[in-house]
Structure formats: C-alpha cells, structure tokens
C-alpha cells in the first residue's frame, strides 16, 4: 500500500513564484516613475559629498526642507575641509530646520573630518569605507552608492520595509535581511532605483495607515490588496 503523502498547501496565486511577481511589480513601478536612481533621487546635490550630508539631514526630515536648507550650507561651507572645521554653534542654526540639529551636526562634523582624513576630501566608493565614517550605516552607503556613483546599493528604509512586506518580497522585519532578500529578487544594476520606486509608491500611494489599493497601479500582484 502506497503511504499517502500530505501535499503541501498551495500558496495563493498573488504569493506563487515570487521571483516573477516581483518582476512584474518592477516593470510596472518603471513605467509609473521612470528613470535613473540618480534622476529619482529628490535631495538636490551636486557632488557626493553633497549627498551624504543630505541623507545624514534627511533622517526625521522630509527632502524639500533638507533642499532648502543645502544651498546656505554649501555656501558657508563649500568642502569638507571647510566643514571639518565648522564652528558647531553656526553649523547647528544652518542645519536647524531639518530636526535633531544637537545630534546631526556632530554626525557632520565627524563624517567631514574622516573624509578629509582618511579619504583626502574624497568620499569613498566602497560600502566598508562608507560604513566605516562616523554614525554612516548601510542606508545612508546605499544612498551614496546607487545615486552618487551609480553603482549597485539597494536603501532600506521605513517605506520600503513596509512595501517589501506588503508585497511578500520578504518575510522579515530585519532591514539587512530585507536588503538581501530584495537583492536577490532584482539585477544589481536596478537596485538603487528599486529603492527609489518602491520610496516613492510608498509616499504616494501604498501609504502607512490606510493604503490606497483601489488606486494602486501593481495591485494585481499583491497579496495584500485590500487588507486594510
Ligand atoms: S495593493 Fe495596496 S497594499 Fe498592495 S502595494 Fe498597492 S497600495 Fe500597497
């Protein structure tokens, strides 16, 4: 007599093959905000040093009050020597209005002085020598790494945790797990602007509180349309 054997539950048709859906849900993201990590990026630089001081300003802080605060900052400070050596009374009030001023403008400070140490001026392309500045975690690298020199870094943060669960891209909470459950879903040279795509779609419209699926253009690939 043959031993019945117990089959496993089938999944949903929104969570079968994984690897397909996420495609699709890429495709379809490329075509609702096209273009380049680079273009998608909303903090206005001009260098990556530029980049880096505006995602460490960024943290608590939405991106159009970081650009407004940018062009006074690098107009009183231009390089990272110049703002290595900061007054840190004077830097606190230019860096005020994006939030955590007492605790952003030593993060400056500090991340300044290794660049001009360690990397004479330059910012370094390397996730180990980023990661290795003062207060800079895989977030802040990925950023400077996708949109400043255009190489593969996938950013991690609140929306793209949230997106990336709702999307049964992964099953973790864990931010470097996400990170390597999303890199192995999609080519490394579409990293940066997945990120940036999935950010996006977060603000817009897969929102916190109440997403709004019925507007939702990757819903069919979704397993949690509906659901809230
Ligand atoms: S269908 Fe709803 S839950 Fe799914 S990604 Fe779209 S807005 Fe978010």
Known sequence: MVPSVR?????????????????????????????????????VHRNPFELLIATILSAQCTDERVNMVMPGLFLRYPTPK?????????LENLIRPTGFFRSKAPHILGVSEAIVMRHDGEVPRTMEELTALPGVGRKTANVVLSVAFSLPGLPVDTHVIRLSQRL??????????????????????????????????????????RPRCELCEIAEWCPSRGKF
């Open 168 to 209: 049964k891209l992964t099953e973790s909470a864990d931010p470097v797990k996400i990170e390597q459950d999303l890199c192995a879903l999609f080519p490394a040279s579409q990293w940066g602007e997945i990120s940036l795509r999935l950010i996006l779609h977060g603000r817009k419209v897969c929102v916190a509180r």
């Open 82 to 90: 110049d703002l290595a050596g900061a007054d840190r009374t004077e």
């Open 7 to 43: 089959q496993p539950k089938s999944p949903g048709p929104a969570r079968r093959r994984p690897l397909a859906r996420a495609r699709k849900i890429a495709d379809r993201l490329a075509l609702i905000y096209p273009g380049t990590a680079t273009e998608l990026c909303a903090l």
